[in-house]
Structures are given as C-alpha cells and as structure tokens.
C-alpha cells in the first residue's frame, strides 16, 4: 500500500469517526429531548392560598400534567395521600402539591369527644385560631335576678381541631320589629372531656357571649378555679 493509498484509508476512519461522533451526539439531544417532552405523569397543583393546618379537599387543587424528570420525589401524585391531611404551612396558589407540605388532622386523645359551635368570626376567632391552637373559652353571662353580670373562663387549655369557614348568619329582628344585621361566625371543633363538652354547649345556648383566647405553644397557663370568674363590682384592682 503506497502513501496516497494509505492516506486515502486514514481519511476514511477520520470520516467513519466523525459521522459515529455525530450520530451519538444527534442521539443524545434527542433522548434529551424526549425525556423532557416524555414520560408524563400526573401531580395536582394548589388552586388558592391554603391557609396552615386546614383540611386539604379535592377542590383545593387542579391535576397537571408533568414531564417526570421535573417532579420532586415529594410531589403528590396521588390522592389518597392527601384525604385526612392538614396543611402544616400556608400554602401559595399555583404551588406544587408535596407530601412534606401535609401532617395528619389532629386526633381525639382516650376519653375526649369532638363538639363544635359557631363563634363570632370578629371577636373570637380574627383568623389566627388554627386547628392545634390551645385556647382558653371565656364567656359572658347576663345577670339574673339580683345577681351580678358575671364573665367566665369555662375551658381552660380547649385544643382545636378544626376551624370551619366562616358563615354569615340569619338577620334577626331586633326589639322594634326591625331587621337587625346578621353577623358573621365560624364553626370551632374542640377536643374535650364530657364536662368541658357540656360547658361548651351551655355556653353556646345561654351566655351573651363567647370568646376565645389564644395560648401561647409551650406556656404554662393553667387558671386556678378560684380566678376563673369575674365581676365588676368585685375587682379591687392589682
């Protein structure tokens, strides 16, 4: 084989080289391609602002459609995960829904029960009583006979489980046959034993009033019966 020859064959596996070199590089951009355009799953994406510890429902979220390569190994793919789960945060619209943005809903302990009642939405919940919130439940009481006007803390340390969404109450008529403004309450669910329970409820039917005061997690804020009630004409000051 001459030079001329030979250089003839070196060109050749110079071409061969380069051709294989394009190929694997072609073959390359258009995995790349279909992996991003490819293999599509489904995730669910937050409809609306979720605010923390609320119940998660269908409805706060849409299904997408996602290449797998851009989803998180935390995404929410399926919805069972989600059924009987509490935001843990505050949850933006438009985010993807993650496992490690859920927690379960708080559980009845031995011995409780769940109750609910409607509190004012203004004076006793002003949104920043959250399911898991620890509360103290005050209420006011009208005087009876030759009695006192009287205010009460009937819980001490109540744990909320669930706050509900807040609900414009029936107008009722006032004193002169009027229609008077209806006001605007949300539902509260406790976590109580059978007394507190049935405080609870005859609050909600014959006090004037009922408020709720949020505790600080991790405080030491027991009240000794014998400061749970009080009375104008009895306060002597500090």
């Given at each position: 084989m001459n030079s001329r020859q030979r250089r003839g064959v070196i060109l050749l596996l110079v071409s061969v080289l380069v051709a294989i070199g394009a190929f694997v590089?072609?073959?390359s951009v258009v995995n790349d391609?279909?992996?991003?355009?490819?293999?599509?799953?489904?995730?669910y994406e937050l409809t609306s602002d979720v605010s923390p510890y609320k119940t998660l429902s269908?409805?706060?979220f849409d299904k997408v459609t996602l290449p797998k390569r851009w989803l998180p190994d935390t995404a929410v793919r399926d919805l069972d995960e989600v059924r009987g789960k509490v935001a843990t945060n505050k949850l933006r619209k438009g985010s993807l829904l993650q496992s490690d943005m859920l927690a379960d809903r708080p559980e009845l302990e031995p011995g409780q029960q769940e109750i609910a009642i409607m509190i004012d939405a203004e004076t006793g919940v002003a949104g920043k009583i959250t399911p898991g919130a620890t509360v103290n439940v005050y209420a006011t009481f009208q005087a009876e006979g030759n009695?006192?006007?009287?205010?009460?803390?009937?819980?001490?340390?109540?744990k909320v489980i669930d706050v509900g969404r807040i609900t414009a109450l029936r107008p009722k008529d006032d004193e002169d046959g009027g229609d008077a403004s209806g006001s605007q309450a949300v539902p509260i669910t406790f976590a109580l034993n059978t007394k507190?329970?049935?405080?609870?409820?005859?609050?909600?039917?014959?006090?004037?009033?009922?408020?709720?005061a949020l505790v600080a997690p991790g405080s030491d804020t027991r009240i000794p019966s014998g400061e749970r009630d009080y009375t104008l004409s009895d306060d002597?000051?500090?």
């Open positions: 590089g072609v073959l391609a279909e992996s991003q355009v490819g293999n599509k799953v489904t995730a269908e409805g706060d009695g006192k006007p009287q205010s009460r803390v009937l819980v001490n340390n109540a507190n329970a049935q405080r609870i409820a005859y609050a909600e039917s014959f006090a004037s009033h009922v408020r709720l002597k000051g500090n």
